[in-house]
Every structure is written in C-alpha cells, then in structure tokens.
C-alpha cells in the first residue's frame, strides 16, 4: 500500500501543475502540433535543387532530408555545389545539395539502370523502407 502512494505522489510530481498553459510556455507536444499545422515550415516552401531523381536518398527524420545521387550531363540551375564524378566515359555531375522534405518525381522509368530502381527513396545507410 505504502509503494502505491509512493508510486502515485512521485507521478504527480513529475507531471508538475495541472494548469492547461504550462506556465506560459508551450509544451514539446503542442510545438509539435503547431509545426504539423503550419505545414512543416520555411523548409517545405524552399524549392529542390534538381527537377527529378532517381537515385534519393534520404534520412529518417520527418521531414526527410534528401540528396540525389543521380549522374547527370549538368546540374540543375538551382544546385548549388555540384561534383564532377570520377568516372571513365564523358563527364557526368552529382549535384550535392540537400533539400528538406519530399525528394520529387522520378526521372525515367528504371529499365536502364541495371534494375536498381524502387518506388522508396534509400536511406542514409544505403536501407530503404
């Protein structure tokens, strides 16, 4: 009976006042609520660096944060650090610049390229959905 109180007197104290503004400050849960609202903020309203991808690749956070890893013959006008890859043939650019939130439509159709394709953007870690 004594371990029972004592559960319940230390929930209450751990929960703090029961007043519903917290003391003035938001709480994490209504922060959160306000994000989703609001649509995710200045980050969603920024446009992606590239038209199209194929190869995204994207963290598991919400939103995702996405890079694509396609090589192309130029990058998009809107990227900002582009790399030229090391590979034998003509050149080909990746474009480095990530973007927060969907990673846009795919470019072809996954017939030429070895197989590789999935409807599911990678991973970070190279897992996918």
Same mark, same amino acid.
């Given at each position: 009976?004594?371990?029972?109180?004592?559960?319940?007197?230390?929930?209450?104290?751990?929960?703090?006042?029961?007043?519903?503004?917290?003391?003035? $400050?938001? /709480?994490?849960?209504?922060?959160?609520?306000?994000?989703?609202?609001?649509?995710?903020?200045?980050?969603?309203?920024?446009?992606?660096? &590239?038209?199209?991808?194929?190869?995204?690749?994207?963290? #598991? +956070? &919400?939103?995702?944060?996405?890079? @694509?890893?396609? /090589?192309?013959?130029?990058?998009?006008?809107? @990227? $900002?650090?582009?790399? $030229?890859?090391?590979?034998?043939?003509? #050149?080909?650019?990746?474009?480095?610049?990530?973007? #927060?939130?969907?990673?846009?439509? #795919?470019?072809?159709?996954?017939?030429?390229?070895?197989?590789? &394709? +999935?409807?599911?953007?990678?991973?970070?870690?190279?897992?996918?959905?």
């Amino acid at each position: 009976m004594a371990m029972g109180a004592a559960s319940i007197l230390l929930m209450m104290v751990s929960l703090g006042p029961a007043d519903d503004d917290a003391g003035g $400050q938001a /709480t994490p849960t209504a922060v959160m609520a306000d994000d989703k609202k609001a649509g995710g903020g200045d980050d969603d309203k920024k446009k992606r660096p &590239w038209k199209c991808c194929d190869v995204p690749i994207c963290t #598991r +956070s &919400w939103p995702p944060v996405c890079r @694509c890893a396609d /090589t192309v013959e130029r990058c998009a006008s809107t @990227c $900002q650090h582009c790399e $030229q890859v090391e590979e034998g043939g003509p #050149r080909r650019y990746r474009c480095l610049d990530t973007h #927060r939130g969907d990673p846009g439509p #795919r470019c072809g159709d996954g017939e030429d390229d070895g197989g590789e &394709w +999935s409807p599911t953007p990678r991973l970070a870690r190279g897992h996918r959905f």
